[in-house]
DNA sequence: GGCCTGTTTTGATGGATGTCTATGCAGTCT
DNA sequence: AGACTGCATAGACATCCATCAAAACAGGCC
């Protein structure tokens, strides 16, 4: 992030997902299904907490689902999703480089700002 | 993000932040930012790269300094934007737990299926 | 088969969002 | 002072989004 600009479409793709966690009931529910055991819940499980119709739980897992954030997969009467942390991961390392801006990269971390020129 | 379901303040709170970053326009302003020599860079630098006219580049700059994530001030002539390191760690940290999730995970039971689904 | 539970899809609606043009405000320079 | 540049704001408009009620779909059970 701090050695290149972002390119037009990697924020794209990035944008997309940050849109799928830009919302406070699919943040609850990342959270949820995260920290269920095993890692991973049942619908059924992820109704409850929440003041807002199932229906809608239905429609912000598919969001999450859609941007590559959690898995799904139906098991006999329930279905079951967990995170991606793949994709979790990839979120994070973005920011982290943007948190240690050029400049202030002490020795050893690499990322010698110079010539941001690219 | 694993430990506890994430209360509806603190997720409304961190929905705000990655909503300023789900627009492809605003993470690439972002990382311009970073990306500039000191860590900063005035509008002017900022306008350039973009196909949004002028007010919009201002509006998304307002979008992430009222989410937080950049402070800004005027040096006579100049606007200068800066990233502040602080809220994208936090936000790095969330998913970074999120990404590595229950610790516990029971051998086989949890072994996330990847690509499972879908 | 028929019903019942769990989940997704559809259609509709009010509100938020990104973008533009036009205008206003703040400093600088002659 | 006046004019000019850099940036922000105001208003307008089209689009997107979260939400719900209703209906459809899937699987298990009688």
Known sequence: MVREPLGEEAAAEL???????????RLR???????????????????????????????????LREAGLVGSERRGTW??????????????????????PAGAVPAGAGAVPAEAGA
Do not use: N
């Open 29 to 63: 529910l990342l959270s949820l299904i995260a920290s269920y055991e095993g890692g991973e819940a049942c619908v059924c499980d992820l109704t409850g907490p929440f003041d807002v119709s199932q229906p809608t739980i239905s429609h912000h897992l598919k969001v």
């Open 79 to 100: 279905v079951y999703y967990w995170v991606l942390p793949a994709a979790l991961a990839k979120l994070s390392a973005l920011l982290q480089a943007g948190a240690v």
């Open 15 to 25: 944008a997309r997902m940050f849109k799928a966690l830009s919302d406070p009931v």
